[in-house]
């Protein structure tokens, strides 16, 4: 199983887990069996004409899960169009969240956990 974190920088496994998904600059894949990682580009971000769509994952890419704090509607509904499950980060690093997910201790996303339900951080949102 591969699951994806959205980073700002790589450090490996740990990695902080960015605040919002789809504007992360990259996303670290971790392969759950093997713990080898590697570094995949948000290719949303690569041209102007790009940042509308929401597909950030290639067949390819082999992406069972992903795991963020934060996530907009759009990019949620594509991820599970594409049998892609999205997880609440609880914890800092890509290794807290990881050992939390292999316990079993990650909920995933219910559709009022969108960015767009709470726009401010006070709110608990990621204030956009």
């Given at each position: 199983m591969k699951i994806a974190f959205p980073v700002k920088e790589n450090n490996g496994l740990e990695s902080i887990i960015d605040e919002h998904f789809g504007v992360a600059e990259n996303f670290l894949i971790v392969d759950l069996e093997t713990r080898k990682f590697e570094l995949k580009e948000?290719?949303?971000?690569?041209?102007?004409a790009s940042k509308c769509k929401t597909g950030v994952f290639n067949k390819k890419d082999?992406?069972?899960?992903?795991?963020?704090r934060c996530m907009g509607d759009g990019s949620q509904r594509n991820l599970m169009s594409?049998?892609?499950k999205v997880y609440q980060a609880r914890k800092n690093t890509?290794?807290?969240?990881?050992?939390?997910?292999?316990?079993?201790k990650l909920?995933?996303?219910h559709m009022f956990d969108f960015c767009q339900i709470k726009k401010n951080k006070k709110e608990g949102g990621c204030g956009h």
């Open positions: 948000n290719q949303k971000l690569s041209t102007e082999r992406v069972d899960a992903v795991v963020t594409s049998n892609i890509i290794l807290e969240n990881l050992e939390l997910f292999e316990n079993d909920n995933l996303f």
